[in-house]
């Protein structure tokens, strides 16, 4: 699935409000979901609005430890083979890269683009 990057977040945000129905809180608990596999997140890119903070949740669906990290320094923290973390993202002043700072493996294309789109 690496044709459409950025309808494919989309579409995964929207599924990420549905799971959020059968936990706690409110559909819009998490804005935007973003999956850890080995080794590359689905999807690679996600859009964020400028002077948004966006609900992120990173879930592991992998079968070793993942994080995500910027360049600012922002980091989510390790987050275990099956495992979630739901972390506020932003706001953002340009588009950036994230990636996961486990050794080898941004190397191995575990990165994901966020694009900044305009509110
Ligand atoms: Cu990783």
């Known amino acids: 699935m690496r044709s459409s990057p950025l309808l494919l977040a989309s579409s995964l945000a929207l599924m990420g409000c549905v799971a959020g129905s059968t936990t706690t809180g409110s559909p819009s608990d998490a804005d935007v979901l973003v999956i850890a596999e080995d080794v590359y997140y689905e999807p690679e890119a996600i859009e964020v609005r400028a ?10 669906e992998g079968g070793i430890v993942h994080d995500l990290v910027l360049e600012d320094g922002w980091e989510s923290g390790h987050v275990q083979p099956g495992g979630s973390i739901t ?3 932003g706001p953002l002043t340009a588009s950036t890269t994230a ?7 941004r190397d191995a294309g575990m990165e994901l683009r966020i ?3 305009d509110g």
């Open 115 to 117: 694009e900044l789109v």
């Open 87 to 89: 972390v506020d993202l």
């Open 51 to 60: 002077g948004e903070t966006v609900r992120l949740e990173l879930r592991n």
């Open 99 to 105: 990636w996961c700072s486990i050794p080898g493996h």
